[in-house]
């Protein structure tokens, strides 16, 4: 499990997905699964929606943390904000707010919890292209 705590308004996104890239080549470097192309794209993906949607609805530091079991990535966001996001039905029309849609298909399951600084969302994805 690795994990980090990002400041608002002094990272961008892609330094959570550059995070996300170096868990995963330490993990295959110290004898982790094989990863699929695909699958370390959906990681990728998942981890930008929920962060971007941590920068866009949250308070607070964002706080982002990966773990692995077997060849299950499991990715979880936590901010300060207590609201909790909600998926929409699907509406090709609406401009934006497709963020829970996209990380709900690249995902097995998508958990969302009410803690009591906040709130944390966690996706869970198969690494493996044949799950």
């Known amino acids: 499990m690795s994990s980090v705590t990002f ?3 002094t ?6 997905r550059n995070f996300t890239l170096r868990f995963l080549g ?3 470097t110290a004898g982790g699964p ?3 192309a695909r ?8 981890v930008s929606e929920l962060v971007t ?8 530091p964002i706080g982002l943390s990966l773990a692995l079991a077997e060849d299950v990535l499991s990715v979880t966001v936590r901010d300060g904000e207590t609201t909790l996001p909600r ?4 509406d090709p029309r609406r401009v934006g707010q497709h963020g829970l849609e996209i990380v709900a298909a690249l995902s097995r399951d998508v958990e969302v919890v009410q803690e009591e600084s906040g709130k944390r969302v966690t996706a869970r994805i198969a690494l493996d292209e044949r799950r």
């Not at 990272?11 to 959570?16: L, N, Q, W």
């Not at 998926?87 to 699907?90: C, D, E, H, M, S």
Request: hydrophobic fraction near 45%; charged fraction near 25%; aromatic fraction near 6%.
């Open 7 to 9: 400041e608002r308004h």
């Open 11 to 16: 990272f961008r996104v892609a330094d959570a």
């Open 26 to 28: 330490e993990t295959r």
């Open 34 to 36: 094989a990863l699929s």
């Open 39 to 46: 699958g370390v794209e959906a990681a990728q993906l998942v």
């Open 53 to 60: 949607n941590a920068v866009k609805y949250g308070s607070g």
């Open 87 to 90: 998926a929409r039905p699907a």
